[in-house]
């Protein structure tokens, strides 16, 4: 099915130049020039509410679905499962917000915090049988919500749109934008 591209490719015309309500308000203060920032995080908001909408019944959000999932991945390389410092770095956010983030879900039963064998102060996630449980109930409802959004964006649009995100979040970017000043 797919967005409706007609109306899209009409308003990005030549002869009518692109811009949105954020854009047009931008344009004072940034000197024409349209935030990046501002759309992908304002698109992300949008998407992140779709999914929380369909994780709601499960008493879950998609950032926790995201961690639970990513610890269930973790776990089977290591029974122990990650470090918090190992899942911080894969999920690319501080460690004082992976441990907030990460209370409700210790408080419901889904996650323990394990200490290390070697090191008492290092602390492993580790999914309780609880948690797989919701891990996997939540993954029949997010693939549905997946699915729904790919139908809207068209799977051309879904795909480039993951790309374009991964490019901007790897290294490779991080390092170019870097380099650039």
Request: glycine share 6%; charged share 25%.
């Amino acid at each position: 099915m797919g967005i409706n591209t007609k109306l899209i490719d009409a308003k990005n015309s030549p002869d009518k130049p692109a811009m949105d309500q954020s854009a047009a308000g931008e344009q004072g203060i940034l000197g024409g020039r349209v935030c990046t920032n501002t759309a992908l995080r304002l698109a992300a908001r949008r998407l992140g509410q779709l999914y929380d909408e369909a994780l709601a019944p499960l008493d879950l959000k998609a950032t926790q679905l995201a961690l639970i999932a990513e610890i269930d991945k973790l776990m089977v390389a290591d029974r122990q499962g990650p470090t918090l410092q190992e899942l911080a770095a894969r999920l690319a956010i501080q460690l004082s917000a992976l441990t907030h983030a990460l209370r409700p879900l210790v408080r419901d039963g889904f996650v323990e915090l394990r200490p290390d064998a070697k090191d008492r102060r290092t602390k492993h996630g580790v999914l309780t049988p609880l948690g797989k449980a919701r891990l996997s109930e939540a993954a029949v409802r997010w693939a549905a919500a997946n699915d729904r959004v790919e139908a809207v964006l068209g799977p051309a649009s879904a795909a480039s749109l993951r790309a374009l995100a991964d490019q901007v979040a790897s290294d490779a970017f991080l390092a170019a934008y870097k380099a650039e000043h």
